[in-house]
């Protein structure tokens, strides 16, 4: 069957570390993955887009990484901040517009 | 640019109840999209527009579920009759149409309690 895994538990993290989160996917083959920050009783907000003959993308502090053999992508921030809390949403790209959403990881930084 | 606009933003109903939540996309967007979040399943894609005529519902649970757009700056999705398992927080998203993977914009969500 078709799953897309993130971190069900939160990820806490020190502010000034590198939080480090992971989107694995199973029988799907996405032509692009795209991550979304959400924050409390907000939609999600677009933050990065990788498409699968890349490797490596990046943004200000935000890395995401596509690995098409592993079928996985990793999305690091560093130098996080308090700011940074928040759930992040993998989401892949199944479709010309399709999107197929994993169920969130929340970040928590503390001071 | 207001952003996607999506009414009501929270809606308290009984059982049987019609429903009918209400989306403004952006201005000059090609693409509506209606999403359901929940605990238990996360975000799901219920079904999508592209110049105001649905591409894909695969993802609207049943019958009960429909949604139209009669032109560019508005759809409706309406729920009848209402079950409390359709209790969700349901978004509305848009986008261009300049190419694959294009980013979507979400609204602020409507969160319905069906009792």
């Known amino acids: 069957s078709q799953k897309i895994e993130q971190n069900s538990e939160a990820l806490n993290i020190q502010e000034g570390k590198t939080a480090t989160l992971t989107c694995n996917y199973t029988?799907?083959?996405?032509?692009?993955l795209q991550w979304y920050r959400q924050d409390p009783g907000r939609g999600p907000v677009f933050l990065l887009l990788?498409?699968?003959?890349?490797k490596e993308k990046r943004k200000e502090r935000l890395k995401v990484t596509f690995d098409t053999t592993l079928k996985q992508s990793l999305f690091h921030i560093t130098a996080s901040q308090p700011a940074d809390s928040a759930t992040y949403l993998c989401?892949?790209?199944?479709?010309?517009?399709?999107?197929?959403f994993g169920t969130g990881t929340r970040l928590l930084v503390s001071p | 640019d207001a952003g996607v606009i999506q009414s009501p933003r929270h809606e308290v109903t009984e059982m049987g109840q019609e429903v009918t939540l209400r989306c403004k996309p952006i201005?000059?967007?090609?693409?509506l999209f209606w999403y359901r979040q929940t605990m238990m399943r996360g975000l799901e894609l219920l079904i999508y527009?592209?110049?105001?005529?649905?591409?894909?519902d695969s993802g609207m649970p049943e019958d009960r579920f429909s949604a139209k757009m009669p032109n560019a700056s508005f759809s409706t999705l309406k729920i009848q009759p209402s079950e409390p398992r359709d209790s969700a927080v349901y978004f509305c998203?848009?986008?261009?149409?300049?190419?694959?993977?294009?980013?979507?914009?979400f609204g602020p969500g409507t969160r319905l309690l069906v009792l």
């Open positions: 998203a848009s986008s261009l149409q300049r190419g694959s993977g294009e980013t979507q914009y």
């Open positions: 029988n799907y083959s996405p032509a692009y």
């Open positions: 990788i498409r699968e003959n890349e």
């Open positions: 989401a892949l790209g199944t479709g010309f517009q399709k999107l197929v």
């Open positions: 201005s000059g967007h090609d693409y």
């Open positions: 527009f592209n110049n105001n005529v649905p591409i894909d």
